[in-house]
């Protein structure tokens, strides 16, 4: 008895499956003039009314880049990487710091860790590179380990190198730094 409403559940998914795809079938072959108005009609439930102007506005495509679907669009050109060797402002309290260097062909494995020929703190002044902080020398239990924690050892799971590539989203991010600046001071 039990296993009736599991069977009846199965079958109105089987149904809805079906229909779903029958509707994709159908609309999804349309051509021409009728694939203009799927859009219209895609969002004929939506709360905001739908005008003429509103579907030639440009809309966010960053996976396309306006390439239609049925077409291959061209690869974006690779960004360069930063090489200024200029240590960066923090944007926030905690923040990892970015790396200010290219670190192609840098070997960070389980057996070697490039990034730690300079910034282990027995090497940094040689180097003249800044150390790594003595947090990632502990474990999880807070205590002090001779070498990098293996929960700190890939160091570009949070530091990333910065390049030239233009935002995809354009951001009025301010650090919390000028915010307080800019407000005037009550007396």
Not at 48 to 59: F, I, R
Not at 66 to 81: F, M
Not at 144 to 153: E, G, K, Q
Request: aromatic share 6%; net charge negative.
């Amino acid at each position: 008895m039990r296993s009736k409403p599991l069977l009846v559940a199965v079958g109105l998914t089987a149904v809805l499956m079906g229909l779903v795809f029958f509707a994709g079938w159908l609309f999804g072959s349309r051509g021409g003039e009728d694939a203009a108005a799927v859009p219209v009609a895609a969002h004929a439930t939506a709360s905001v009314p739908l005008s003429a102007d509103s579907l030639l506005e440009p809309q966010i495509d960053a996976l396309r880049r306006g390439v239609p679907v049925d077409q291959e669009g061209s690869p974006p050109p690779l960004a360069r990487v930063e090489n200024a060797d200029l240590k960066r402002v923090r944007a926030y309290p905690m923040q990892p710091p970015t790396i200010p260097h290219t670190i192609d062909g840098y070997q960070v494995d389980k057996n070697s860790n490039r990034c730690m020929l300079c910034h282990a703190r027995a090497n940094a002044a040689t180097f003249q590179a800044p150390p790594v902080s003595v947090t990632h020398y502990m474990d999880r239990d807070d205590q002090f380990l001779a070498t990098i924690s293996p929960r700190r050892y890939f160091c570009s799971q949070c530091h990333v190198v910065q390049t030239d590539a233009q935002p995809l989203v354009a951001s009025n991010f301010q650090d919390i730094d000028s915010l307080i600046s800019a407000q005037p001071r009550s007396e």
